[in-house]
T-cell receptor
Framework: DGGITQSPKYLFRKEGQNVTLSCEQNLNHDAMYWYRQDPGQGLRLIYYSQIVNDFQKGDIAEGYSVSREKKESFPLTVTSAQKNPTAFYLC????????????FGPGTRLTVL | RKEVEQDPGPFNVPEGATVAFNCTYSNSASQSFFWYRQDCRKEPKLLMS???SGNEDGRFTAQLNRASQYISLLIRDSKLSDSATYLC????????????FGIGTKLQVIP
């Protein structure tokens, strides 16, 4: 079955640690995205990538980093510089085109202890 | 003014009722519009696209009003399984088509 997978589902981190969230898709989509969702707020874009080896900052990129070495994979690293990293992180992908409907992975819930 | 605004609700409606949500957007250059459904602690899933002519999918009807810059979602004969948060999504054209999500409207259908 085609889809997007994210791992782990739950992640606990101590303050000062970097953590990497995995996102893999087998939909053959060119574009991939990372969002965070906080209670009472809409999804906010962290980073996006339209093609391999290229990515752009979204609205809240500070304290995060990404790589796009393969079309299928778009890992997100939450660094110790991110002041408030506890959130629900969602990865998405889409085909190029005008409509840009996005397909989401199941998400990773990150909690900083 | 926020780019995309939704009433967060919750909307509590009895089973079988008809309920409507609106979503306003501020950028007149917005090109495409969608409704997503998000269940509690799950990922958003595309419910339907929204076209100027209006479109229907079973009990769900979506409308776009470009002049007043809002989209709407109408749910007829509400089911318990319709309980979820409904996200309004607006795409703006450009080199990167900026996608903006509303905060979502929470619907609770009660027996």
């Amino acid at each position: 079955d085609g889809g997007i997978t994210q791992s782990p589902k739950y992640l606990f981190r101590k303050e000062g640690q970097n953590v990497t969230l995995s996102c893999e898709q087998n939909l053959n989509h060119d574009a991939m995205y990372w969002y965070r969702q906080d209670p009472g707020q809409g999804l906010r874009l962290i980073y996006y990538s339209q093609i391999v080896n290229d990515f752009q900052k979204g609205d809240i990129a500070e304290g995060y980093s990404v790589s796009r070495e393969k079309k299928e994979s778009f890992p997100l690293t939450v660094t110790s510089a991110q002041k408030n990293p506890t959130a629900f992180y969602l990865c998405a992908s889409s085909i190029e085109g005008n409509t840009r409907t996005q397909f989401f992975g199941p998400g990773t819930r990150l909690t900083v202890l | 003014r926020k780019e995309v605004e939704q009433d967060p609700g919750p909307f509590n409606v009895p089973e079988g009722a008809t309920v409507a949500f609106n979503c306003t957007y501020s950028n007149s250059a917005s090109q495409s519009f969608f409704w997503y459904r998000q269940d509690c602690r799950k990922e958003p899933k595309l419910l339907m696209s929204v076209y100027s002519s209006g479109n229907e999918d079973g009990r769900f009807t979506a409308q776009l009003n470009r002049a007043s810059q809002y989209i709407s979602l109408l749910i007829r004969d509400s089911k318990l399984s319709d309980s979820a948060t409904y996200l309004c999504v607006v795409n703006k054209a450009g080199g990167y088509q900026k996608v903006t999500f509303g905060i979502g409207t929470k619907l609770q259908v009660i027996p």
